[in-house]
């Protein structure tokens, strides 16, 4: 089922150092996963997504990995920056159920200077 | 190339009132989807739309919320006879195609007096 949580969990991370982001998503049938950023008072921006078919992906300072066997899904942020400050959420999908996306509950990573 | 907009960005009804949400895709994209984010919560899948047409509404409320996306103009999300319980921020995001990647706009916040 989906992830509802009345307090988000947050991550406090220090700048410079790497985040790591959790996800634990619910149906064995997705197939493909997306985290988003959202900062306060806007909408969720695409960082990186993943088929079923990888276990890791990489991006531009961000990788994400992908546990098929135990339905878990991480985001790495390398250096962290304070510009990452944000709510972040993981998404999955099946593709051949339609395009609609189920999100997780989200994680708050705080960058300390 | 913008991106996903809407408006208003704030929407203030009375109870009873109607609220009208706009969304204008990206350029390009004719699949349009809305979601709703209650404070602290991911988001929650309401309605996806291609052009002219309603293609899952299966996280739509039955009563009151409708939804169209028609052959010119942008998607309007309507809700009618507004309850304090539709206070929430409306997100709209558009892919390219059924298996594109959802970019969103940057919300409509609604408040229900």
């Known amino acids: 089922g989906e992830s509802v949580g009345l307090h988000l969990p947050t991550l406090s991370v220090q700048e410079g150092d790497n985040s790591i982001i959790n996800c634990a998503y619910s149906?064995?049938?997705?197939?493909?996963f997306i985290w988003y950023k959202q900062e306060s008072g806007k909408g969720p921006q695409f960082i990186i997504d993943?088929?079923?078919?990888?276990d890791k992906r990489q991006g531009q300072r961000v990788t994400v990995l992908l546990n098929k066997t135990v339905k878990h899904l991480s985001l790495q942020i390398a250096a962290t920056q304070p510009g990452d400050s944000a709510v972040y959420f993981c998404?999955?999908?099946?593709?051949?159920?339609?395009?609609?996306?189920?999100f997780g509950g989200g994680t708050r990573v705080l960058v300390k200077p | 190339n913008a991106g996903v907009m809407q408006n208003p960005r704030h929407l203030v009804r009375r109870r009873g009132q109607e609220a009208r949400l706009r969304c204008s895709p990206m350029?390009?994209?004719?699949?349009v989807y809305w979601y709703r984010q209650l404070p602290e919560e991911g988001l929650k899948f309401m309605v996806y739309?291609?052009?002219?047409?309603?293609?899952?509404e299966s996280g739509m409320p039955k009563e009151r919320f409708s939804a169209e996306f028609p052959k010119e103009g942008p998607s309007i999300l309507r809700i009618q006879q507004v309850v304090r319980g539709d206070s929430a921020a409306y997100f709209c995001?558009?892919?390219?195609?059924?298996?594109?990647?959802?970019?969103f706009g940057p919300g409509t916040r609604l408040l229900v007096l």
């Open positions: 995001a558009s892919s390219l195609g059924v298996d594109g990647t959802q970019y």
């Open positions: 149906n064995s049938a997705s197939d493909y």
């Open positions: 993943i088929r079923s078919n990888m």
């Open positions: 998404a999955e999908n099946i593709k051949a159920a339609g395009n609609k996306l189920t």
């Open positions: 350029k390009g994209h004719s699949h």
């Open positions: 739309l291609q052009k002219e047409n309603i293609i899952d």
